[in-house]
């Protein structure tokens, strides 16, 4: 719930040209708490058992308090709508689905979903298997983190050297790298392959996220980010689960293998798809968001 109204409050807050930059900023600042809040937690827990649970429930008031202390209304003034449930969200379906390059990255980036968490699975049963400890494994999940946070920063000079085509096919084509592992077996080598992808995910955000902003009329912002955040949410179990599946049937190369055929059919979609050779800039969609879906 919170996430599909983020989208609409995303807008509201943020002038479209500085919708990049922005959501570039909330990547980092995820990625560097999702680095961090293991080894907080952690002492905490160490403290009081109760005590990590005691800190997530003030830092969520806070959270709360401070949203309701913002004075930017988050939506634009208009009448409620009445429609059925089932109605509302089919409304957001079709406005997805009928504009081109808001459904080819839903689906591609959906799909990417599927790569990256059955690989982070991968590390940790080859870096068992090869005698690492569970802090060794901890630092390599933590190092792909890390790198998303150093991406959020190097994200103004990546979309200022490439258009916005470029930064998308950016993101699909660096899953490929998993291919390293083929040659090289060894779980130092597997973690430092996806590493380019971490530096690129906060681009590729800026991109595909600010377009959906902007291209979005606001009364369909949650609808449509609903529609979008399901399919990431049905597709990414699947990754850990056939992962598994193939490292526990198969050799640990067959299961990169795989992962690495689905990157190289995801970036051969993107480069061939004509939605994303057509991809504008943010700077071309201000004032866009009311505008009829593109045939």
Known sequence: MFAAAQSGAFRAVVPTPQL?????????????????????????????RALPFLVHAVLYAVSAAVLLAMRTPFQEEREADRSALRTRLAEGVRFLWDHPLLRTCALLFGLANFIGPGLMLAIVVIGEAEGLTSGQVGLLLSAFGACVVVGSFLSPLVRGRLRARGVLLLELWTWVGCALFLAWPNVYVLTASILPTALAIPSTDSVVHSIRYALTPDRLQGRVGSVWITIGLLIAPLGPLLAGLLLDAFSERTAIAVFAACGLALALWGTLSPSLRAAPSVDELVGVG????AR
């Open 20 to 48: 990049p930059g922005a959501v570039a900023v909330v990547t980092g600042r995820e990625a560097a708490v999702g680095v961090a809040s293991p080894a907080f937690g952690g002492i905490l827990f160490g403290v009081a």
């Open 290 to 293: 009311t505008a009829a879906p």
